[in-house]
Structure formats: C-alpha cells, structure tokens
C-alpha cells in the first residue's frame, strides 16, 4: 500500500519534470532563433570581387621584426572602408594557429576616419601660380601645435580600436609595440596619403594599448620594417 | 619578478661605486588603492632631478625571449622649442640614449642572451632628461618559467652593470644643453613603472 504522502511526491516529482522539459524545449526554440539570427548573411556593402595584391607588415615576436608579406586580397574602393579592411586582415593574420605574434580572433577595429591635415581643411586655389600645387588652407592656422602636413593632400588616419581587443591584447613593451608597428606600417604601404596617425578605443582616447605602448601620440606613417638588431659583440 | 631584477642589478652597480636611486622598492609605492601612488610622471620627475648618467626602466613580459632594448621614438631636436616641453625632453638625449643601448646590447651579446634592440613610445621615457632605455627582461627561449630564474636574472644584471661601468666614463651632455645641467653624473636611476 503506497502511502499518501508517497503518492504527493511522486506527481510533484512528475510536475517538476514536465516543468523542466518545457523550459528547455523553450531554451531551445530561443538559441535557434539568436544563431539564425547571426547567420544573416544579407549584404550590407556592395560586394567588392577584384582582388588585388597588398602588402600587409606582419610582427614577429621572437625576433621583433616586421617584414613585409604581400597578399591577394579584395578590398572596397573607397578609401576608409578600405583602410578598416586591410586592418582587419592584418589582425585576422595574427589570429591564425601558429602566428608568430598571437593576437586574439575577433572584430578589432570599429571604424577609421580619414581627416585631410592639417584638421581644419585644403582648398585648391587656383589663383595661385600653376607651378604650384595650388593648395592653401582654408583656415590660416595659428595654432603652433596644430597638426600640419608634410604635403597638401595629406591625411591624419584616427583608427578606433574595440574595447575587447584591445583588453584582450597581450601585455609587454615589445608585444605592444609590434602590433602598432605592423598596423602603421601596412597602412603606410597600402594608403599613402595618410601621413599620421592616432588611436582611440571605443571612442575614447587611452593612455596605453596593455599597459606599456603610448596610444596618446600622434604616430607619424611610416615604414616600420625592421630586422632585430644585434650590436657587434667586439668592442 | 621586475623587482628582483632591479635589486639584482642595484647590488652589482652598487659594487662598482653607483649610486643608485629606484623610484620605488615595493610593489605597494604603485597601487592604486596606496595613498599618493607613484604616477609615471611622479617618477620620471625622480630621475630627472638625479641628473643621473642612465635611466633604466625596468620591465617584464612572457612573451618573445632573451632582453628587449627600446630608445625614445622621438626624433633628435636641434634645438628649437617643443610645444609641450614635459612630452618630448629625451629628444636632445635620443643619440646618448642610442649610443647607450648599443653598448648595452653588446654586453648582453657578448653574454650569449638573445636581444631585440629597436624604438618605442612607452611612457615616461620620452619625458627623461637623461640617456634613458626601456630594458624588458622576456623568458630565455621558449620556456616562459625562465623570467623566474635567479640565474638568468643575475646574467641580465650582471651583463647590464658590466656596460653601465664602461657608459659612466662616456655619458655627456647633449650639445644643445648648458654645461651645468647635467655635468654631474652621479647615479644611473633603476626608473620601473
């Protein structure tokens, strides 16, 4: 003879089991529904096709060198998509097994914003002697610290990194360095118009990238290919 | 870790007749929760005012291998007035700084460990006035426990001190600097954030 409280137990117990199955046949239904949703393979820019041969400066930590690869890549026309483009390759690069500067997966850079040097603007002037290029400020500049152009038609590239990648990035001078390197440098190859360029993260600026690499100077572009430098070991 | 470095590397340069000023000996000295913690700029303000023949910033990291050597990015001035003085004073030092890492670099050869010698922005260095190196002790090859090595670190100072004794009799003043400004070379500051 099963006793009434016995037989209490065993339907709540049969309750709580249909409870659990319907809240995970739920559970279900809703991570089905965020990965379709993340599949959504609508584009959003024109598809770009034509492939084109880059030069990407990669790092490599064991000997902190960058050396210049070059790569077939297809990349947008125009010139800040194209900019945000080549950086995520680059990162992509480093985020693959066996990279000689491991970096972590992932959306790196949010945007870049190309800014014609110095920030308050050229305008073709063609009054000017022909011989010239014609180019003057709009904007006398009178500010000593304004950021002034090697020449006109120059542009300052402000890079805005995410927040995850940049927490994520490993900690170290030489590691740190590296990455700003290889970034500098492939832009300076690929986008020869930009002569400077700053960093913000998610917007906002920020003292280091981990702790050691300054992200609140203005970088001049330039070719960052290095080899590791090794002094003579005779006096 | 970086700490024992340095108290290795003050010992050997204390030996050799240095006097050396570390802008912190604790761990504690940089903590935020500390009361006035030591900023960069707190220290390179420190070394500055040591007017010393070498500024060593002292730091490590898991990642490449054998003593990383960095100078100041900045380029050499000849002169001409920075719009903010504090963010570019190694400039006038850049070629000692050079002239430094070389000698540095070669002593660390010459002691069998790897080197990577280049430029860098890190902060403070660019505001020293002094010949100032970024020094990142990373493991010796590819065994990360090495960076814990008492061995290895006392072969870091002892090759770091050995150059620091020949870079005592050369340090000079930047051209563009009075004579009094840094004419005495006392000490070498152990400068670590």
Redesign the interface.
């Known amino acids: 003879m099963i006793s009434r409280h016995q037989r209490i137990l065993f339907w709540v117990l049969i309750g709580c089991i249909l409870a659990m199955a319907g809240f995970l046949f739920w559970e279900r239904e809703r991570a089905r529904d965020r990965v379709s949703s993340l599949a959504d393979a609508t584009p959003i820019d024109a598809p770009y096709t034509n492939t084109e041969s880059i030069t990407l400066d990669l790092a490599n ?4 060198s960058i050396t210049a690869t070059t790569r077939q890549i297809a990349l947008p026309d125009e010139a800040t998509a194209r900019a945000r483009a080549l950086l995520e390759h680059l990162i992509a690069e480093y985020a693959l097994p066996g990279s000689p500067h491991p970096l972590q997966s992932g959306a790196a850079v949010d945007d870049v914003f190309l800014l014609p040097l110095p920030v308050n603007g050229h305008a073709i002037d063609t009054s000017t002697n022909p011989a010239t290029t014609g180019a003057t400020p709009t904007i006398p500049v009178t500010d ?2 304004a950021i002034k152009p090697q020449s006109p038609g120059g542009e300052l590239a402000v890079i805005n990194l995410r927040s995850n990648f940049v927490n994520a990035h ?6 740190e ?1 590296l990455t700003l390197q290889s970034i500098i440098g492939t832009l300076h190859a690929n986008l020869p118009q930009i002569e400077q360029i700053r960093f913000l993260v998610d917007g906002q600026p920020r ?2 990238l981990a702790g ?3 992200l609140l ?1 203005t ?1 001049p572009s330039r070719d960052t290919t ?1 080899q ?6 005779t ?1 | 870790m970086t700490l024992n470095l340095a108290f290795k590397l003050r010992s050997l340069l204390a030996a050799r007749g240095f006097n050396v000023v570390m802008t912190r000996d604790s761990d504690s000295a940089t903590e935020p929760n500390t009361p006035n913690p030591l900023t960069l700029d707190d220290r390179a303000g420190i070394a500055n005012h040591a007017h010393p023949v070498a500024c060593l910033l002292l730091h490590a990291t898991a990642s490449g291998n054998g003593v990383h050597l960095y100078s100041s990015e900045l380029d050499p001035t000849s002169g001409e007035p920075s719009a903010n003085p504090w963010l570019t004073g190694q400039a006038p030092w850049v070629v000692q700084s050079q002239r430094l890492q070389k000698q540095l670099g070669t002593a660390l050869t010459r002691g069998n460990i790897p080197l990577v010698m280049s430029r860098a922005s890190v902060r403070p260095v660019d505001s020293l006035t002094c010949p100032a190196l970024v020094v990142e002790l990373a493991p010796d090859g590819s065994d990360a426990d090495s960076l814990n090595d008492a061995s290895y670190q006392q072969r870091v100072a002892e090759a770091l001190a050995t150059a620091l004794v020949f870079w005592k009799t050369q340090a000079q003043p930047p051209d563009r600097l009075p004579e009094t400004s840094a004419t005495p070379p006392p000490a070498p500051a152990g400068a670590r954030p």
């Open positions: 930590d064991s000997d902190g000593p610290n490993p900690s170290g001078v030489e590691v360095t003292e280091t050691h690499a300054d100077r970088y290095v590791a430098t090794v002094p003579d070991a006096p």
